[in-house]
């Protein structure tokens, strides 16, 4: 259940559910997924399912994960990205085989840890992973061209889309203020003259949470 012909067979149903970025596919069908999930639940790690990783936080389905980068590269090549929510470092991996850097912040140590030694073990030496606050306004004056937020919120986090280059885009899962388990996948996308915004596909996140634990 963890070979590669069964990451063929989850690429192969990725295709016949809409995704099309060829480069998106290649990287889903470069990551391990089963390393990044418990032993125990790995016989399941290629299913299209979240799974529980610990501390009340989930893997996302692999149909998310293409769907969140794909949408993050709308078929550009991508420098700089940032993301909000390392989780176990998934996302973060799949992120790192697109772009040529990623930032990534993560508001529980533990699960900082856990992607750390998981990125090392893939040999991912373009991500930088930060214990912080994902939620709240950067601190360094980094500029990305994409921010993909692995987490669910009623509120847009206009901070950060201060880091978006023109012609940038942030990804993220936005529920309708008051039903915070009713989310979309939208797309804001920074122009010389603004913010366009566009609401896409139904999702289901943890929500994003303030502090550091």
Partial sequence: MTSARTRARMVARLREEGIRDETVLAA?????RHIFVEESLAS??????PLPIGHGQTIS???????MTELARQGKHLQNVLEIGSGSGYQTAVLALVADHVYTVERIGALVAKARRHLRELKLTNVAIKHGDGSA????????????????????????LAHL????????????????????LTVIERTAGGFK?????AVRF?????GMA
């Fill in 206 to 210: 943890v929500p994003l949470l303030p």
């Fill in 137 to 160: 306004a950067m601190e360094e004056p980094l500029q990305f061209d994409a921010v993909v937020v692995t987490a669910g919120t009623s509120v847009l986090p206009e901070a950060l």
């Fill in 44 to 49: 399941r790690a290629y299913e299209n399912t």
């Fill in 28 to 32: 889903m069908n470069a990551v391990p």
């Fill in 197 to 201: 915004e566009q609401t896409l596909d």
């Fill in 61 to 67: 389905q692999p149909w998310v994960v293409a769907r």
């Fill in 165 to 184: 280059n023109i012609g940038g885009r942030m990804v993220v899962p936005l529920a309708t203020e008051g039903k915070s388990d009713t989310q979309r």
